[in-house]
């Protein structure tokens, strides 16, 4: 049995920020009201010219380099996405293609902004039981481009961004120490895109009608959200037979800062040991730990030896944590 751990990251966000005065003109909302409620100050937005998989091949060629492999030494690539290239072929496909990982699987991962989470869980046991050595792993958004900027419970929100992680057999005790994943379908319409699916699937109709952006119920969310990344914080942190007190850094889905503050505090992990970039970034769903962990790993915040934790919760609704040891 080997051991997964993280060889080299990399991210790319597109270079148009909008910041909250820019939305303040296109739908009534404030700074003031966005800030407060959700601690996001700018948001970035990609050219019509950037995709799903161009900006995640440019994240992806950074953690190459970083982890010193090259692409055709991949064995699996999982591209973690709610908002595809196109629903045909996967976005993992037309990666793979064009970072020349030749062969190797390659695959789309939909689990919204827990997805990045459930593809370093999935490349983990492929490590750990010799089916793949190198595994990239990528959490990428575009979803700017589901958005009803008429909708302000939605479109202040979430901002593009797309981060990649090269995984591989590590020696202990860095790697991955623990995971737990899960999935309540219950709470499905709480966030979700209608139409484009065999459900509703496109037409002029559901254009008009704005089916084809994202619906939240952001209020039930929040209290789901904050229960269930307090719960699997702490399973997780049992299952390595570890405390709150021992993590050096805790990485939580940026979805609101007042859901990763309160979820900070129910786990009792000391302020200056919680990452965020909300303010940044906004919420890029799968996006948002990889990009985290790569800035984390860039400023020297994240360090060998260094016990790290990440939850994340989303659409699904799903949810999840995985602690590794740096
Ligand atoms: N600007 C101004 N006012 C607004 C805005 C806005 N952008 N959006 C909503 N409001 C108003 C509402 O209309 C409401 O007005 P009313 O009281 O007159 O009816 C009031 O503000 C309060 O609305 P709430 O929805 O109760 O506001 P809340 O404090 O819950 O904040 C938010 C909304 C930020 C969406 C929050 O609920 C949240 O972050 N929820 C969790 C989202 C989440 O975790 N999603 C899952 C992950 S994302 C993924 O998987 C892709």
Redesign the pocket.
Known sequence: MYVAGVLGTGSALPEKVITNFDLEKV????DQ??TS??GIKERRQAAPDETTSTLSVQASRKALAKAGIKAADLDLIICST?SPDMPLPSTASLIQHALGARGCCAFDLAA??SGFLFGMTVAEQFIRTDAAKYVLVIGAEL?SRYLDYKD??TC???GDGVAAAVFGPVEPPSGILAHELHTEGQYADH?FIPAGGTALPASRKTVEEGAHY?K?R??E??KV?VRSLEDVSRQVLKKAGLTADDLDLFIP?Q??Q??TEAVRERLGVCPEKIYNNISRVG?T?SASIPICLDECVQSGRLKKGDLVLMSA???G?TWGAVLMRW
Do not use: E, K
């Open positions: 739908v009534d909302t404030s009201w966005i409620r959700t709610i919204a902004c979803l302000r419970a202040v929100i979430f966030l994202i939240m952001g209020n969310l929040f959200a889905h979805a609101n007042r859901i919420n769903s919760f989303g659409a609704v």
